[in-house]
């Protein structure tokens, strides 16, 4: 975050840089479970982080459900590679 300050020292035209850029893997070919179990929990890491630090504020409700969702898909996934190949177990 980038800020000029006037001839008192107060902080005035705050400019913040955004990173807009978008990373996602493709679940294509052999090994695909584990790419996405890996993908979920550090989506799940990273908006549990949004998460704690909204307490109190507007978000805080909704970042927390799609915690527990993300929760929910990584479970699943776990599940599902439970009865497939143990090749493919991501742990």
Do not use: C, F
């Amino acid at each position: 975050m980038g800020y000029r300050v006037d001839h008192r020292g107060r902080p005035y035209d705050v400019r913040r840089t955004v990173n807009t850029s978008v990373h996602a893997e493709l679940l294509i070919g052999k090994g695909w479970e584990a790419i996405a179990h890996a993908e979920l929990k550090r989506l799940t890491l990273q908006v549990g982080m949004y998460h704690q630090q909204l307490k109190d504020n507007a978000g805080y409700e909704e970042t927390g459900r799609a915690v527990v969702a993300l929760e929910d898909a990584v479970e699943a996934l776990e599940h599902a590679l439970d009865e497939g190949d143990e090749d493919n177990r991501p742990y």
